[in-house]
């Protein structure tokens, strides 16, 4: 069994209540509304985009009346935000369907557009054409070690250093994840998955509270999938990394789900040129049941020490997650 798992492991209920800060909102004009938190991870040149996106979709959502409810959700991201000054948000109502309707979210810090945003909301209605990807067999996530402990056995493992601010951050964040071990080659394959959920009891929330923090949680991993045939955590890599910045990022919503129980996010990365990689994703319920997708491009730069102009080719369809 690998170190990433843990053969009686436990998990405990999401019995504490739902931390709402992360995505809350303050109304402060017509179809205008002001973030009253905002997360800047050690490190990053910006605040982490998944809140903008949660926020965003939050914003939007405000916007529109039952029954309809969001089915995707593009985003750009122009400018990279700080934490010393609250985002705000302008809704503008694009069209008004009797299916269909279309909010556009634009994103403002100290007057500047930073990021903007789609959104389409649909009124449910009944489909008799279905089908989707079957969820890949894995590991339960009560089987799998904590995002934390991963973290602190793989710097461990690299430098024997262990950077306990870095874990006590992580362990701050209103999402909880897993990683799912995955196959490797000579060179790593460019996929990814994770278990996640939000932490806390969202039974009481309706659907946009749920769709809003899985888009939040929906960055999480999704664009550092088109590294991982590089290895740039091995202690002596080939290749170093010099920039990794979000782009775009689209969710799709197929179905209604609660995200404060486990699902599984599968990822892969089928092109990394030009500077830039493109990673899309798959996200499950635990009954197996496609419930969103995802699609997101990034600046990806970085040097090669040992340039020979090869480029990694892989098949079309590969297998993401490791034989049990």
Sequence with gaps: MSDQTLEHATDDANTLPFNERTLELEEVGPDTFLSVDLWQPKGNRGVFGGQVIGQALSAAGKTVDSPYRCNSLHCYFLAAGTNTEMIAYEVRRIRQGSSYCTRLVVAKQNGRVIFIATASFQRPEPSVLQHQYSMPTVPPPEALISREEHMRQQQQKDSGVVDEDKISELSMLPVDSRAVPTS????????????????????????????????????????????????????????????????????????????????????????????????????????????????????????DREPDNTKLEFVNSVTPIAKL
């Design 184 to 303: 490797v080659d000579k060179r790593g394959l460019p996929v990814n998955a994770i278990w996640l959920r939000a932490k806390g009891d969202m039974s009481a929330l309706g659907h946009l509270h749920h769709q809003s923090m899985l888009a939040y949680a929906s960055d999480f991993a999704l664009l550092s999938t088109a590294l991982r045939p590089f290895q740039l955590e091995s202690t002596k890599p080939r290749y170093q990394l010099s920039m990794l910045v979000s782009l775009d990022h689209t969710i799709w919503f197929h179905e209604p789900f609660r995200a404060d129980e486990w699902l599984l996010y599968v990822m892969e990365s089928p092109r990394a040129a030009g500077g830039r990689g493109l990673a899309i994703g798959r996200i499950y319920n635990r009954d197996g049941a496609l419930v969103a997708s995802t699609a997101q491009e990034g600046v990806v730069r970085g040097l």
